[in-house]
């Protein structure tokens, strides 16, 4: 596939940080620029484009709310959905909490309106909330993918960095996610830039972890069921290689894998390309692709394993409740 030097998007890149700082002065400076909800907003974003472990922590926040006992309900914009479809966020959201409202509105505003009037939520977890600045936020959370914490340095178009690193001084918590892939000395370094632009402030660890295997009859078993068998590792997501290397470290051996783009709309097509490549071996997806493979996957095909994935806090946690709790505090 032919690509553009990120040199010759250098000057694109210049136009479009300008506009961000204009955009960010505005809403620094000017009080009336951001609305705020009658009821607690909690934020969660990066300063990527790409996956950085947001919908796991989104679904870990939500499942913190729920048990003190909250009504919680996502707001998210429906990023790339299919016309007449739900977004694969919003699938992955609604399988992992069919009791939680989730309002898919680009108008953050009016979903938490929404939130409010017509679900009855006591507070709101913001899906990709950093750069949606309209909606105010009662804390803020930026996620640090530790496998690719600075999108190559460069802004778009030229790199992946929606904001420059100064932007994260907005943050009130920071996530380091994936530390248990990331290579020694990583999360030190990161941290370090963190508190260069950031200053002291809260610093989360968190470890992406396998929970169970699911089967299309809904059979569950664990994880550990992978070991010494050969399987087909399939995704869609923002950054395949941390999926496919859980999948290896529990079939203790290298996987084969195919790779579609991030938010990849299957088709036929794909299916008998995916079952062609897996013959008899289990083909192994994300709870994402699962949900856009089921109904296309043939009676007669390889089994077709959804690997859940959960975010671990591994350090940091006491402090992130903390800041949970000042926010939407307990009870019902």
């Not at 068998?229 to 290397?245: C, D, M, Y």
């Not at 856009?292 to 394993?305: A, E, M």
Request: glycine share 8%; aromatic share 6%.
């Amino acid at each position: 596939m032919f690509q553009v030097s990120p040199a010759l998007l250098a000057p694109l890149a210049m136009l479009y940080g300008g506009a961000i700082r204009a955009r960010n002065w505005y809403f620094d400076c000017v009080a009336s620029a951001a609305r705020h909800a009658t009821v607690p907003v909690i934020s969660v974003g990066n300063l990527t484009v790409g996956g950085t472990g947001k919908t796991p922590l989104v679904i870990e926040i939500v499942r913190r709310l729920v048990l003190s006992g909250r009504r919680p309900a996502i707001l998210t914009r429906g990023y790339k959905a299919a016309a007449g479809a739900p977004a694969d966020e919003v699938l992955e959201f609604s399988t992992a909490f069919p009791n939680v409202p989730v309002v898919v509105n680009a108008n953050r505003v009016a979903g938490a309106v929404t939130a409010q009037q017509k679900h009855r939520a006591n507070c709101l977890v913001l899906d990709d909330g950093f750069q949606h600045r309209r909606l105010h936020r009662d804390l803020d959370i930026v996620l640090i993918d530790a496998l690719n914490p600075w999108g190559g340095g460069r802004l778009l178009p030229a790199g992946r960095l929606r904001e420059p690193p100064s932007s994260l001084r907005r943050a009130d918590v920071f996530v380091i996610t994936r530390v248990n892939q990331a290579e020694h000395g990583a999360v030190a370094a990161i941290a370090g830039v963190l508190r260069h632009h950031a200053g002291d402030k809260p610093l989360v660890l968190a470890a992406l972890e396998a929970e169970s295997l699911t089967f299309p009859d809904a059979a569950s078993r664990p994880p550990t069921d992978i070991a010494g068998r050969p399987v087909l590792a399939v995704s869609g997501i923002g950054n395949p290689r941390t999926f496919e290397k859980l999948v290896e470290s529990l079939a203790g051996q290298p996987a084969e894998y195919l790779r579609f783009a991030d938010h990849h709309r299957y088709d036929p097509n794909d299916v008998a390309r995916i079952v062609a490549a897996a013959g008899d071996n289990w083909v192994v997806t994300t709870r994402k692709d699962w949900v856009k493979l089921c109904p296309l996957w043939p009676d007669r095909g390889p089994p077709l394993v959804r690997l859940d994935m959960k975010l671990t806090l591994t350090a940091g946690a006491p402090e992130f409740d903390a800041r949970l709790r000042a926010v939407c505090g307990t009870g019902s």
